[in-house]
Nanobody
Framework: QVQLVESGGGLVQPGGSLRLSCAASGSIFSYNTMGWYRQAPGKERELVATITRPTSISTNYADSVKGRFTISRDNAKNTVYLQMNSLKPEDTAVYYC?????????WGQGTQVTVSS
C-alpha cells in the first residue's frame, strides 16, 4: 500500500509563486513515476507534470505550464515537489499528487491552489 500526502497549496496573487510537496510512504518501488495533476471546477483532471525515478531526468510538462512550473524529486525522502512561478488565475484548481509503479496507480487527497487578486 502507498500513501501520498500533499502540502503547500493556498491563495496567491497573479504573478506569485507557490511550492507544492508530496511525500510518499509505504511500499515504494525503486522505479516509478511521480507527478501532479489538477482539476478545476467543471473540468476534467489534467496532467501538470511528471518525473521518473531513478534517473529523475525524464520530465514531462503540460504545454500550459512549461517555463513556469518545475517538477523535482528527492528520492531519499520519496518526495516530489512542484515549484509554480508566474501563477495565473487559470492555474486555480485542486492539485493531486500521483504515483505510478508496477503495483498500481495511487493518488493523494488533493490540495487547493487559488490564484486571485
Amino acid at each position: 500500500q502507498v500513501q501520498l500526502v500533499e502540502s503547500g497549496g493556498g491563495l496567491v496573487q497573479p504573478g506569485g509563486s507557490l511550492r507544492l510537496s508530496c511525500a510518499a510512504s509505504g511500499s515504494i518501488f525503486s522505479y516509478n513515476t511521480m507527478g501532479w495533476y489538477r482539476q478545476a471546477p467543471g473540468k476534467e483532471r489534467e496532467l501538470v507534470a511528471t518525473i521518473t525515478r531513478p534517473t529523475s531526468i525524464s520530465t514531462n510538462y503540460a504545454d500550459s505550464v512549461k517555463g513556469r512550473f518545475t517538477i523535482s524529486r528527492d528520492n531519499a525522502k520519496n518526495t516530489v515537489y512542484l515549484q509554480m512561478n508566474s501563477l495565473k488565475p487559470e492555474d486555480t484548481a485542486v492539485y493531486y499528487c500521483h504515483l505510478r509503479q508496477l503495483s498500481g496507480v495511487y493518488w493523494g487527497q488533493g490540495t487547493q491552489v487559488t490564484v486571485s487578486s
